[in-house]
């Protein structure tokens, strides 16, 4: 018996990944999906998710994700909870090795995403949903009126900070250098701003009963530590795409993004980027459910070109 080859593979299934799903198999696409974990990727771990279209109260991160799955899966898409370990990108078929054995597909959608990058600290995983957060614009509206703690000196810390600010009772911006690694641009909105900050400084443990009350602040020079009270603790200190798997055949930026257009086409023909692990200025669900339907498009133009 032949082993199946199909249209497209979509590796990841978060919301970009089932978006493309759902969009290639509605297109009558034999369409894979290999998910390592649970659908919705790093939504299924964001409690409420409070800025997708169409819900007035919010949904739940990972009711949302089982939502799409069950939705691309209703036209087709098939899911197999596999983890890939090795790709050939350029053979045709493409050959995928993941731990539950080889497959091919003719075309191949890389949605593996980027995770945030953490603190390190004992009770942070735990506390994650219960006051610690890494997206100011996933989160923030869930800390309106409260005392908040950004950590992170770069763009999306500052961009974060300034975000919060609008909403939020007091934000005290926790940095271990004396200066700001942030582009120039934000000096202007920084200067009638009530952000406080904290240099030289890092969390040394985050204070919490059931959910997180504040942090204890230790001063790197002079090993002085402090209590900042505070029901929000937003971690900003960078994100890691998913892309080691792929390392040495795809085009990536410096931050290790994959390089791919609006059109979402890679250095490799057949292979798509979409969603957080694709170099671009804005990471949300809808903008990575947007990049799935881009996607579906692009890949049915390249197997209409396929000899057959």
Known sequence: MNKQIYDVAIIGGGPAG???ALYCARSALSVLVLE???AGGQMATTGIVENYPGFEEGIDGFDLGEKMQQQAERFGAKTVYAGVEGADLTAQPKLLHTDEGDMEAKT???????????????NESSLRGRGVAY??????????????IIVGGGNSAIADALYLEKICKSVTLIHRREELRASKVYARQLENSTIRFVWNS??????????????????MKTKETQVIAAQGLFVAIGRIPDTAVFEGQLEVNKAGYIVADETTRTSIPGVFA???????PLRQIVTAVSDGAVASKVVDEFLAGLPQ
Do not use: F
């Not at 191949?108 to 004992?122: C, D, K, M, N, Q």
């Not at 890092?202 to 001063?219: C, Q, T, Y």
């Open 36 to 38: 390592k974990l649970s």
């Open 202 to 219: 890092r969390v040394k443990e985050i204070l919490a009963d059931k959910r997180v009350s504040g942090a204890v602040i230790e001063n």
């Open 135 to 148: 997206c100011a614009a996933c989160d923030g509206m869930m800390y309106k009126g409260k005392d908040v």
């Open 274 to 280: 979409i969603g957080d692990v694709r170099d671009k």
């Open 108 to 122: 191949v959608i890389i949605a593996t995403g980027a995770y945030p990058r953490e603190l390190g600290l004992p």
């Open 18 to 20: 089932y978006s493309a």
